[in-house]
């Protein structure tokens, strides 16, 4: 059976070749798709065997999440209170997470994680990315790695997320573990591995040596950097050839120039500097020098506990100097590129019938109408769709 989503108003295709703008942007439009895959973009009007009336509708391409840490237990909501009333952020309590989440049992876990990407869709996100992290120990980080890959073809493996409570001043220990044990446990369950270099967490010789076990072990480098002050992790990034660098809310002029020069993704998360209190990254600077961009939720529940990319895109547009197309450019075909993708992210025959409407004739209400629930319905994913009730 096919289908045609027709009466769109206005079509963000990201294929020039389609429309007006580097967005590709189609007035009038119809997609016709075909199970799980689109075969058609072309005017309004189109006939298939069944028909989606859009009612005047924006119709996007399923939003690519390429930073979350869906797989935990408990909140931190006292931590964001006693934040939001001026104590700092440090990262510390990633361990609070780290030992609810041992606790948990793999069936508590597995719903949590059923309810987030529940959530996820209906924000209108169609590829996810989900990361480890919260287990920090052999037999933890492997479950957590299997349930990740139940849910993503995009699951990373982030053992070098902090340092456990068990390890404290044995880093360097802590770090053989992560590239031998830990790593032969989770390898076979991940794509990606990524690592925390930031003071407080992994200097920059301890990041190089878990990312370039990983490298290996045959999996693809990511790397948080530059989150809470200036540091190496950016350039070390770009030295390993890391599909993407994230958090950068702290860019030098080497570090802008470092990454222009290459092919490793700035991913801002600009959620987590909303709910840290860092000053946004100055992605205008970023774009304008050249630098490839992503833009993701983070979501996790200490520094980001949200899973709409529509707020990014908000706070994109009014904080960090991106223009909605920019900003929307940055949550798809970005989000694809720092994920190694080019399916995704786009609207394209042949390519995934990923759709997300908005409740919406344009795609300005996205920054327009920050706060506003405007995705009237998503279309397709590459993740695990949870079962209805959640």
Same mark, same amino acid.
């Given at each position: 059976?096919?289908?045609?989503?027709?009466?769109?108003?206005?079509?963000?295709?990201?294929?020039?070749?389609?429309?007006?703008?580097? !967005?590709?942007?189609?007035?009038?439009?119809?997609?016709?798709?075909?199970?799980?895959?689109?075969?058609?973009?072309?005017?309004?009007?189109?006939?298939?065997?069944?028909?989606?009336?859009?009612?005047?509708?924006?119709?996007?391409?399923?939003?690519?999440?390429?930073?979350?840490?869906?797989?935990?237990?408990?909140?931190?909501?006292?931590?964001?209170?006693?934040?939001?009333?001026?104590?700092?952020?440090?990262?510390?309590?990633?361990?609070?997470?780290?030992?609810?989440?041992?606790?948990?049992?793999?069936?508590?876990?597995? %719903?949590?994680?059923?309810?987030?990407?529940?959530?996820?869709?209906?924000?209108?996100?169609?590829?996810?990315?989900?990361?480890?992290?919260?287990?920090?120990?052999?037999?933890?980080?492997?479950?957590?790695?299997?349930?990740?890959?139940?849910?993503?073809?995009?699951?990373?493996? @982030?053992?070098?997320?902090? @340092?456990? %409570?068990?390890?404290?001043?044995?880093?360097?220990?802590?770090?053989?573990?992560?590239?031998?044990?830990? !790593?032969?446990?989770?390898? %076979?369950?991940?794509?990606?591995?990524?690592?925390?270099?930031?003071?407080?967490?992994?200097?920059?010789?301890? %990041?190089?040596?878990?990312?370039?076990?990983?490298?290996?072990?045959?999996?693809? @480098?990511?790397?948080?950097?530059?989150?809470?002050?200036?540091?190496?992790?950016?350039?070390?990034?770009?030295?390993?050839?890391?599909?993407?660098?994230?958090?950068?809310?702290?860019?030098?002029?080497?570090?802008?120039?470092?990454?222009?020069?290459?092919?490793?993704?700035?991913?801002?998360?600009?959620?987590?500097?909303?709910?840290?209190?860092?000053?946004?990254?100055?992605?205008?600077?970023?774009?304008?020098?050249?630098?490839?961009?992503?833009?993701?939720?983070?979501?996790?529940?200490?520094?980001?506990?949200?899973?709409?990319?529509?707020?990014?895109?908000?706070?994109?547009?009014?904080?960090?100097?991106?223009?909605?197309?920019?900003?929307?450019?940055?949550?798809?075909?970005?989000?694809?590129?720092?994920?190694?993708?080019?399916?995704?992210?786009?609207?394209?025959?042949?390519?995934?019938?990923?759709?997300?409407?908005?409740?919406?004739?344009?795609?300005?209400?996205?920054?327009?109408?920050?706060?506003?629930?405007?995705?009237?319905?998503?279309?397709?994913?590459?993740?695990?769709?949870?079962?209805?009730?959640?």
């Amino acid at each position: 059976m096919t289908l045609v989503i027709d009466n769109i108003s206005e079509l963000v295709t990201n294929d020039p070749a389609l429309g007006d703008g580097p !967005l590709g942007v189609v007035t009038k439009a119809s997609v016709v798709i075909d199970g799980d895959t689109v075969v058609a973009v072309g005017p309004a009007g189109a006939v298939a065997d069944d028909r989606l009336d859009t009612g005047g509708r924006c119709v996007l391409p399923g939003f690519v999440d390429s930073h979350t840490h869906l797989v935990f237990a408990g909140d931190r909501a006292e931590e964001f209170t006693r934040r939001m009333a001026g104590e700092p952020y440090d990262g510390g309590g990633i361990r609070v997470t780290t030992e609810a989440t041992r606790t948990a049992g793999r069936a508590a876990l597995r %719903s949590a994680l059923d309810q987030r990407l529940a959530e996820v869709h209906r924000a209108g996100t169609t590829t996810v990315e989900v990361k480890t992290g919260y287990g920090l120990s052999v037999d933890s980080e492997a479950e957590l790695a299997s349930l990740a890959a139940e849910a993503t073809p995009e699951a990373t493996f @982030l053992g070098a997320h902090l @340092l456990p %409570s068990e390890y404290q001043r044995r880093a360097d220990e802590y770090v053989e573990l992560v590239c031998g044990p830990m !790593l032969d446990a989770v390898r %076979s369950d991940v794509r990606w591995i990524d690592v925390f270099c930031e003071t407080g967490a992994f200097d920059a010789d301890q %990041s190089r040596a878990v990312l370039t076990a990983g490298r290996a072990a045959g999996l693809g @480098l990511r790397l948080h950097a530059n989150q809470l002050g200036h540091g190496p992790g950016v350039q070390l990034g770009v030295e390993m050839g890391c599909a993407s660098v994230d958090h950068c809310t702290y860019l030098s002029d080497d570090d802008i120039e470092a990454l222009a020069a290459s092919e490793t993704v700035a991913t801002f998360l600009p959620a987590t500097d909303f709910s840290t209190r860092q000053p946004y990254p100055d992605a205008r600077r970023a774009i304008d020098a050249g630098v490839r961009v992503a833009m993701a939720s983070n979501c996790n529940p200490g520094s980001s506990y949200t899973t709409s990319l529509s707020f990014c895109i908000a706070m994109a547009v009014r904080d960090m100097g991106m223009t909605i197309d920019e900003a929307i450019a940055a949550v798809t075909t970005g989000g694809a590129a720092a994920l190694g993708r080019s399916d995704v992210g786009r609207v394209m025959a042949d390519g995934p019938a990923h759709l997300t409407i908005l409740d919406a004739p344009s795609r300005h209400h996205l920054a327009y109408r920050p706060g506003v629930p405007l995705i009237w319905r998503t279309l397709g994913a590459d993740y695990r769709l949870p079962p209805a009730g959640h």
